[in-house]
């Protein structure tokens, strides 16, 4: 089981930006892909990004297409999600997770481990 520890939540006002990590220990597949999903209250979790470990194929949800990047830093183990311009709709638990293979999935249950989650509340 990989175990998966996010950070970097916080409050923030509209517009502004915040980095997650997430730091995860090593897989023993050969190769794996890491996602990025969010949760707010009273609905369901849904997709946000994902990556492969070699840093490509990244994919974005609709909604944070041009403002969140999702990134990689294999010598630290660590994806990132860069969120620039948020918005109050923005607010969510953000949870890491991983897959095996080398493409990532919008699918949740595509993912067999996951973080604990990390709170974004973006204030108007």
């Known amino acids: 089981q990989v175990q998966l520890v996010e950070s970097g939540g916080g409050l923030v006002q509209a517009g502004g930006s915040l980095r997650l990590s997430c730091a995860a220990s090593?897989?023993?597949?050969?190769?794996?892909?890491m996602g990025w999903f969010r949760q707010a209250p009273g609905k369901e979790r849904e997709f946000v990004a994902t990556?492969?470990?070699?840093?490509?194929?990244?994919t974005y949800a609709d909604f944070v297409k041009g403002r969140f990047t999702i990134s990689t830093d294999n010598a630290k183990n660590t994806v990132y999600l860069q969120m620039n311009s948020l918005k109050p709709e923005d607010t969510a638990v953000y949870y890491c997770?991983?897959?095996?293979?080398?493409?990532?999935?919008?699918?949740?249950?595509?993912?067999?481990?996951w973080g604990q989650g990390t709170q974004v509340t973006v204030s108007s």
């Open positions: 997770a991983t897959r095996p293979g080398p493409f990532g999935s919008r699918w949740l249950r595509d993912y067999d481990s």
């Open positions: 090593r897989r023993t597949d050969s190769s794996y892909a």
């Open positions: 990556i492969g470990w070699n840093g490509y194929h990244a």
